[in-house]
Every structure is written in C-alpha cells, then in structure tokens.
C-alpha cells in the first residue's frame, strides 16, 4: 500500500469523500487523488515521492510558482508580527490600494477570505443598490456556491454532473436567470422580460474550460445592463492579474460596475475581494447599511502574501507568461496532430484548456459535448508520464511565470507519450 492510498482511506472516514473541494478528488478522470507533501517552483511532489510538473498551480493563485522566495519571505516576516488582529492593518490599504491603481473600473476594495464570500457579497451589494432581486448568469460560470449562485456552475458540478444541489432551495435560485454563454438572442431576451439587478459574468469564463467572449459580446453585455437598469458584475477571480496587469477588462476594453477577485490576490494564501465605484462600495457597512463582515477578513499574512505577489506582476512578466503560453498551446497542438488525435485549444495568457473536439466550445453545452473519456484518458497518461493537468476538462490549465521553455519542452514530451497512448 502507498502512502496516498493509506492517507485517501484514512481521508475518506473523516472528510466527505476523502478531500475538502470535489474536483480534489480527481473522479472526473478515473482515478484516487494526489496527497502533495510539498511544491516548489513548478515541480508538486506527493508524499509517494512522485514529483509532477503542476498546471494546476493550486486553481490559479500561483502565479509566480509555488514557494517563491520573495513571498515566502514576506509571509514568514510578517507571521513574526502576529497573524490575526481583527483589527485594521496598513498591508490590507496597501494592497486596496495596488488593486485600485492596477484596475481603473476599482475605487474601492472590501476584502474577503474566499471567492465564494465574495460572490454572494457582491450581489447583495447589487440588490441594494438598485431595488431589484433576480440577477442574470451564464450557464457553465462559477461564481462560488452561494445559493442564488449554485444554478448550472459548471466546474466541479459539471465534472459531477449535479445539476444545481440539493439543498439549494427553490426560493434562493428563483430569482437566477441563466442564459447561454455567448447567445446574443437569449442575452437580450431575458433582459427584455425580466429587471435585473445584476448581470454576472466571467468576462473570460474559465470554468467550463476556456470560452472566451465571441466579439462584441461583452460590449452587448455592457449595453444590455445599462438599458436594463442592472449593474454588470465581472468575476475576475481567475481573470485578475493572469491575463494583463488590469485583468480582462483590461484587455477587452468594457467596464464593469463591480469586479470580484480572488487566487492571485490572495498570493496562496485565502483571499478574495469584491471592489468597484466608490458610491456602489461607499453602501457597505460600516460607511453605509449593506451588512458584510468576516473575522479574518484582510488577514495580514494574506495580504502580504498577495501584495508580494503583485509587486511582481509587471508588464514585462505578463509579455513572458502570454509568450510562453502561446508556445505551449501549439506544442500540443502539433503533439496532437502528430498523434492523430483531434483536439481544439484555447488558450490566453495564463490560461489553457484542451478539448477534445473538432471546434473549440462556444458555450457551456458545446463544452460538454466534447470527448470526455478520451480526454481523461490523456490525463491519465500525462499523470503518469510526470505532469499534473487539471483532471478535468472543464477547469484550465495555469501555466506560472516558472514554467520555462525547459519546462514545456519536457511537457510536450510527456504529451505525444500520452497522446499516443490515448490514439492507439
Ligand atoms: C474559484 C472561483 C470562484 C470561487 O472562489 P473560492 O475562493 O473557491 O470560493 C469564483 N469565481 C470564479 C470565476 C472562480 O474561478
């Protein structure tokens, strides 16, 4: 028996499932989950000794690799001073403050511990602000489990293929509208009929995979909130600071209202933020009577954690990430192609998911569609060849500013061993 296999039975008896987030427990592909003992740089090695090169980076926040030195030194400084106060810091202003000057939609930032808090947080904001309680989503985005937001979340309950979740009552999703990602038609339709308070949306949605926006469909999206009277909400908490230093909106050119962020921002450590105009933020509590609060809100080692990870996201290192992901996107493009194997990949900078399908997804239900199986299969393959994909079509890889060109060299390797495998 391995050290993984006694760990995931000990695991199952005392946590649902064996782990503490569903995709953890890789069933989507077929197979027990890793027990990591330790990361650093772009290598996760598990406690078997088995060392991977990581595309998962821990869902996103590790966009510098794991354990680099600068952030490590900055959290291990400030646990010396203590590492809760609940009570106001200057590293929480600091990092509000970078946040704000690297994205101009953003005045002011409350602080949350997970994507999740701030997903729900936002709405409520949302609600307040404008009188009105249904809010539109994308079928396939994830903005954390909240209730209202638990409606056809892709990721995770894709992968499970639980539509929704029991326990979610009718009363807390009846005021969610879904509608097809990139569906102009129905986009304009449902603000038609219904008042919203907020259309929400992954303005590069990663969690069905990657489906970017068709053209103009952000702009339609911008134009549909303020003839509704809705405030647009964009969850950047894969899309902030991966992308460009400003997020996607940055480079798509359409301001939200409101923007939630999370991963990066908490630099491995939890947090999370929602932030916008300063008279939306300005209704919060304590300044005004919207209710949020959370007892390791802003805690200091993450905001330092965070703020370390930002200071080194200049725009020098996004044109090395975009390059680098480019360069991994048509090695396995060609690895495929060499292999016989039909896929489709999508990538930005800093993201990546491959389908197996003839045409890359336009929206949730195409998404679906592709190859499952063989692409778990592939998975499989490159797991055992070295390299720790998501196990899951429906999530992106994150490539890190340390996966260098020695590094995707030897992941191009291990993917025509298992393209071969999963061809034959
Ligand atoms: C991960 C994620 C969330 C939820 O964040 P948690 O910290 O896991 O609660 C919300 N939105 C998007 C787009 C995400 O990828």
Same mark, same amino acid.
């Given at each position: ?47 078997? @000794?088995? *060392? ?5 980076? +821990?869902? !996103? ?6 354990? #680099?030195?600068? %952030? &490590? ?37 409350r602080?949350t511990?997970?994507?999740?808090e701030a997903?729900m947080s936002v709405?409520r904001l949302?609600?307040a ?26 990721? @995770?309950? *894709? ?5 929704? +979740?029991? !326990? ?6 009846? #005021?969610?509208? %879904? &509608? ?94 929602y ?9 919060i509590s304590?300044?005004?009577?919207v209710y949020q609060a959370g007892?390791?809100s ?127």
């Amino acid at each position: 028996m391995t050290r993984s296999d006694e760990l995931y039975a000990r695991a199952c008896k005392v946590l649902p499932g064996g782990v503490n987030s569903p995709v953890r427990a890789m069933r989507s592909i077929g197979r027990d989950p890793l027990f990591i003992a330790k990361a650093h740089g772009c290598e996760i090695v598990d406690v078997d @000794g088995a *060392a991977y090169i990581d595309y998962v980076c +821990s869902w !996103g926040p590790m966009i510098l690799g794991h354990a #680099d030195r600068d %952030v &490590v030194e900055a959290i291990e400084g400030a646990t010396e001073l203590g590492t809760s106060y609940g009570a106001p810091t200057e590293v929480e202003v600091q990092l509000a403050e970078a946040i704000a000057d690297r994205v101009p939609s953003i005045e002011m930032v409350r602080m949350t511990s997970s994507g999740t808090e701030a997903g729900m947080s936002v709405l409520r904001l949302a609600r307040a602000a404008t009188g009105r309680d249904k809010i539109l989503k994308f079928a396939g985005a994830y903005h954390g489990h909240s209730d209202s937001l638990l409606v056809d979340a892709g990721s @995770g309950l *894709a992968t499970l293929a639980v539509p929704g +979740s029991p !326990g979610v009552t009718t009363g807390s999703s009846k #005021d969610t509208i %879904v &509608v097809p990602w990139n569906d102009r038609d129905a986009l304009i339709a449902a603000c038609t009929e219904h008042e919203f308070a907020a259309l929400i949306a992954e303005p590069c949605p990663a969690n069905m995979g990657l489906v970017p926006p068709a053209d103009g469909f952000l702009e339609l999206l911008r134009e549909q909130a303020d003839a509704n009277g809705a405030l647009l909400i964009f969850d950047e908490v894969i899309s902030g600071f991966r992308v460009a230093r400003g997020g996607y909106q940055q480079l798509a050119g359409v301001t939200p209202d409101l923007t939630m962020l999370g991963k990066i921002v908490g630099g491995g450590l939890p947090a999370a933020a929602y932030a916008g105009r300063r008279e939306l933020m300005e209704m919060i509590s304590p300044a005004g009577d919207v209710y949020q609060a959370g007892t390791l809100s802003g805690n200091p080692l993450a905001m330092t954690a965070g703020l370390a990870t930002l200071g080194k996201l200049d725009d020098q290192a996004y044109s090395v990430l975009a390059l680098r992901t480019h360069d991994l996107a048509n090695g396995l493009a060609a690895a495929a192609a060499d292999a016989g194997v039909e896929v489709s990949i999508v990538s930005e900078c800093g993201l990546l998911t491959i389908f197996f399908a003839s045409s890359a997804p336009t929206d949730y239900e195409a998404a679906k569609a592709c190859d499952l199986e063989t692409h778990a299969a592939w998975c499989r393959a490159l797991l055992e060849r070295g390299v720790y994909a998501p196990p899951s079509q429906f999530e992106a890889w994150f490539p890190s500013l340390v996966h260098d060109d020695a590094v995707i060299e030897r992941t191009l390797e291990a993917a025509r061993g298992a393209f071969e495998a999963v061809g034959r």
